[in-house]
């Protein structure tokens, strides 16, 4: 009789230690979260506000480096902080062109290629334009990008997704 008592017990002190652990672990790890989160912060809140005024005429000076506690511990945090600041778009339409101005009529400053990795730079137009492209027509917006190369302009909403994939019907 004893040992049938004595089994459940057991049971019940090491789920509840078990349960203890797991308690523990969830708070410590919700404390280091709020902490980085407060950090990333205090960090943006450094960041100048006008980030995505980007033309392409001036040329970059070089930037002074930051204070050692508030650059990034490693190339690969670095690189999250870019991208968490611009979002990458991909072409969808070999060839398409990137023009000066959000129109047809807008001088090509060059051209892109099939699944090339551009950087949106969170501007869009507000109206959208119905072009055919081939098999399809699309009514969308243009969206203002930067290619590889440091070039900027304009591109047709149609020809870029958030995946790689091509434009189906497009001659």
Not at 16 to 43: G, H, N, P, V
Not at 65 to 81: G, L
Not at 95 to 111: A, C, H, I, Y
């Amino acid at each position: 009789m004893t040992k049938k008592k004595l089994l459940p017990r057991i049971e019940l002190i090491l789920i509840l230690i078990f349960f203890m652990a797991f308690i523990t672990w969830t708070m410590r790890k919700c404390s280091d979260t709020r902490q980085q989160y407060q950090e990333e912060a205090a960090l943006e809140e450094n960041q100048p506000e006008d980030v995505t005024s980007v033309s392409p005429d001036t040329t970059a000076a070089p930037a002074e480096p930051e204070p050692e506690a508030a650059q990034p511990e490693n190339r690969r945090e670095r690189e999250r902080a870019i991208r968490e600041k611009f979002t990458p778009l991909y072409v969808t339409i070999d060839g398409m062109n990137m023009r000066e101005e959000p129109t047809l009529k807008g001088k090509v400053v060059g051209r892109l290629v099939l699944y090339e990795e551009v950087t949106f730079l969170n501007e869009v137009t507000d109206s959208t334009q119905e072009i055919k492209l081939g098999d399809i027509t699309a009514n969308e917006p243009w969206v203002k990008v930067k290619n590889q190369k440091g070039k900027v302009g304009w591109i047709y909403g149609a020809g870029v997704s958030y995946y790689k994939k091509k434009l189906e019907g497009v001659n």
